[in-house]
């Protein structure tokens, strides 16, 4: 508590953000929730903080509302035309050279485009793009280059889905099978390779040096937080190894990409930065609300069983927090809930504890600091679309 009163104190003097020069570049922020000490890293370009300070209090995360954007700032109307043809123009950049030779390459790498999924990732990188046009330009239009980032945006992540279906061993994925029990788990590993082959293709087409560094930055991530997800740590490293884990695997992709639409639009360093933090801030708030829903969400919403991170041995935010009032969640989490009743027993107590509202409280706190980093850019329908879509996320079912 002593630690954490000193940098609140630091955070006083700088009235948007933490003191810098208490961090080093990696950024570490050090919060209270309801009582306890936890500690959450994640990489930071410039080395600010995570959470702007005044989210931050001794007692715990302050949750600080923002006014509601006007009904014409939805996010998904102010993108629907952008977002209709999207799928079908992957689906033309997948089968470019012909499926005469491969029909089965093709019809598994285009399984998952088929206009079902959220399309959650390209929204928020069209939005992202929109919104530094309008600040540079006072022109919305997304130019050529920026386009094909939202594209490659939802090639990545789907991509991922496809090893994800070997790694996880999933049956079922979006309410229908995956890919696994229809091609083999050998072929969905080549699928997701050959996604990720046409979008190196698609991006040395845009001619950016600092996009290819960035996309490049994602595939990285996405592969380093495969591989702490099948770490085990010490209970005093477990909600930074959680935290960081979500940045890889999911909030690197936003940030990049959020970043390289705006790199696009010709934006200076602190822009780029700016956006940065959105994307990171937000896919961190992202993915601790699907945690949340593996414990709360309909299961035929979220297109995949209840307690699916359970099953497969992982220990995510509202367990980490249930496990402050039930230590007898250690020796679960350290055997990974592999024993016969590990899952039900663990389900049952977190359910009887306040985890999933305290992960709900961390996760607003992130949503709320991707709020704050865009605060200063121009205001247009499409920043007050991205605001409006932090509240989108902390809201969702599925």
């Not at 006083?12 to 933490?18: D, I, L, P, Q, Y």
Request: charged share 20%.
């Amino acid at each position: 508590m002593l630690q954490l009163k000193k940098m609140v104190a630091l955070a006083a003097r700088s009235n948007s953000t933490f003191a810098t020069e208490a961090f080093s570049p990696a950024a570490i922020v050090t919060a209270a929730c309801a009582g306890n000490f936890w500690i959450c890293r994640s990489r930071s370009n410039s080395g600010a903080p995570l959470l702007p300070s005044r989210f931050i209090q001794c007692q715990g995360l302050s949750i600080t509302a923002h006014p509601l954007p006007k009904e014409q700032d939805d996010p998904f109307e102010l993108t629907k035309d952008d977002i209709r043809t999207l799928y079908d123009e992957i689906q033309v950049e997948l089968s470019r050279d012909g499926e005469n030779e491969m029909k089965q390459l093709y019809a598994l790498s285009r399984y998952y485009f088929d206009g079902q999924g959220k399309a959650i990732r390209p929204v928020i990188v069209c939005l992202m793009g929109r919104a530094a046009n309008m600040h540079l330009k006072n022109e919305p239009e997304l130019i050529p280059g920026q386009r094909t980032i939202m594209l490659i945006t939802e090639m990545i992540h789907t991509a991922s889905l496809l090893h994800d279906d070997v790694i996880d061993g999933s049956d079922t994925r979006r309410g229908k099978p995956s890919t696994t029990p229809l091609w083999g788990q050998k072929k969905s590993i080549l699928g997701g390779d050959f996604v990720l082959a046409r979008c190196a293709e698609m991006l040395a087409q845009i001619g950016c040096v600092k996009n290819n560094n960035y996309i490049s930055q994602i595939l990285v991530d996405l592969v380093s937080g495969e591989f702490m997800q099948l770490e085990n740590t010490e209970i005093s490293e477990r909600f930074p190894h959680y935290i960081e884990k979500s940045f890889l695997k999911t909030a690197s992709l936003l940030a990049y990409t959020c970043k390289g639409v705006v790199t696009l639009a010709g934006c200076d360093d602190q822009m780029a930065e700016a956006a940065y933090q959105y994307g990171r801030n937000l896919g961190i708030a992202f993915q601790l609300i699907d945690d949340v829903l593996d414990f709360v969400a309909d299961q035929s919403l979220l297109g995949k069983p209840a307690a699916a991170d359970l099953r497969l041995g992982l220990s995510t935010g509202p367990v980490l927090f249930a496990c402050q009032e039930y230590p007898q969640l250690n020796e679960l989490i350290e055997r990974r809930f592999s024993k016969v009743g590990d899952v039900d027993r663990a389900f049952a107590l977190v359910q009887q504890s306040s985890g999933l509202a305290r992960t709900r409280e961390v996760a607003q706190a992130y949503a709320n600091a991707a709020v704050a980093a865009i605060q200063d850019w121009v205001d247009s329908p499409f920043k007050r679309g991205l605001i409006t879509l932090t509240d989108r996320i902390l809201e969702r079912n599925k």
